[in-house]
């Protein structure tokens, strides 16, 4: 026989349910319940492992293998964060959104604050630097040429007692910028014609390279191909306490040329995590950065104690004074880029004679 429900019994079934649908709903919805995976993207062996796991637990540090990789999935991918090197603000600016968080570039050296570090504008950057380096000259058991370096700076690349023995960075634009500096001019001059020297200079340089590498150079260093080179700090200051052969300096002679590493918004990223921005510039986080050759664009006085502990100090940090004069190459025009491409051809133009005439 069929059960029927009374009056009641069908309004209190019907309570129950609405109470079951509610509490579901409320499950769905609780407060505690993990969001949306973030992502920020890093290139292989750039990411600092200890101050990325502060990262807050909705996000995740994924690296890719290559810069132009890490560029190709800002453009296809949902990404709220990047560490990218500043100069490739320029062709990633399209995929940007205005970084914000103003309060947290006032603390930042006035160095940190160029265009060039920033992008975007003055009012709206695409960029917020967490890390700068320089370069630096690094000798393999050649103490004399180390003393040297302290007195000539760059213009030791043009030592004839150094032929063959270089490994230089595969990039005209800086090789031609410390080639200026060796003579006394910014590294940001535009009109190259005018530099009295330069293009002897630069064909000098060019001719004592041994090879031309960005990514290897200290692999090469290290395993006896060229006794010196020349290379972006926060890659020297980790082989020079694993490798004793290895010395390195920065010249005095010029004011430091600095590399940037910093983060950026993708269109579709999140808000940014504050409190672990922040986190950089303290404590066991500060400590490790430093110990990896990253140093935060701040005062001396804001890195310490840390930063004296460190035995690349002077390294990581050239002083508030030096960082004061500071330059950081400024994004090419069409005409100055024209101008460093025609003087580094006709360097390599008497190179590869001098190479064809020595064979």
């Given amino acids: 026989m069929a059960q029927s429900l009374t009056r009641r019994q069908l309004l209190t079934t019907i309570g129950v349910g609405a109470g079951a649908t509610a509490a579901l709903g409320l499950w769905r919805t609780r407060p505690w319940e993990p969001g949306p ?39 296809i991918g949902a990404i709220d964060l990047a560490m990218v090197g500043a100069a490739w603000l320029p062709q990633l600016e399209p995929r940007l959104q205005p970084f914000g968080s103003p309060e947290l570039l006032e603390p930042l050296l006035k160095a940190a604050r160029n265009p060039a570090v920033l992008g975007g504008s003055a009012t709206a950057p695409m960029a917020f630097p967490w890390a700068f380096d320089s370069w630096v000259m690094v000798f393999r058991n050649r103490p004399a040429w180390l003393e040297r370096s302290r007195r000539e700076g760059w213009s030791l690349l043009a030592a ?29 001059t535009t ?35 060229g006794s010196a080179a020349v290379a972006p700090s926060w890659t020297v200051i980790p082989q020079l306490l694993r490798d004793q052969r290895l010395v390195a300096v920065r010249p005095a002679t010029s004011p430091p040329l600095l590399n940037w590493q910093v983060l950026v918004r993708p269109r579709r990223g999140g808000p940014v995590p504050e409190p672990w921005l922040q986190a950089g510039a303290k404590g066991a986080t500060l400590n490790a950065l430093l110990q990896l050759g990253f140093c935060p664009p701040l005062p001396m006085a804001a890195l310490q104690p840390q930063l004296a502990r460190q035995p690349s100090a002077t390294l990581l940090h050239p002083g508030d004074g030096p960082m004061a004069q500071a330059e950081t190459l400024q994004p090419l025009t069409p005409e100055h880029q024209a101008g460093v491409q025609q003087v580094w051809d006709v360097a390599m133009g008497e190179r590869l004679r001098a190479t064809g005439a020595g064979g």
């Fill in 37 to 75: 995976t973030r992502r920020l993207l890093y290139v292989e062996g750039q990411g600092p492992k200890a101050w990325l796991q502060q990262l807050p637990q909705a996000w995740s540090p994924q690296s890719r293998p290559t810069m132009e990789r890490l560029a190709a999935d800002l453009q």
């Fill in 160 to 188: 004839a007692e150094l032929q063959d023995e270089w490994i230089l960075p595969a990039s005209p634009r800086v090789v031609t910028a410390l080639a200026l500096q060796s003579l006394g001019h910014s590294p940001n």
């Fill in 191 to 225: 009109d190259l014609s005018r530099v009295p020297g330069l293009a002897a200079r630069l064909a000098t340089v060019v001719r004592r390279a041994r090879a031309f590498d960005s990514r290897h150079a200290l692999t090469r260093l290290v395993n006896g191909y």
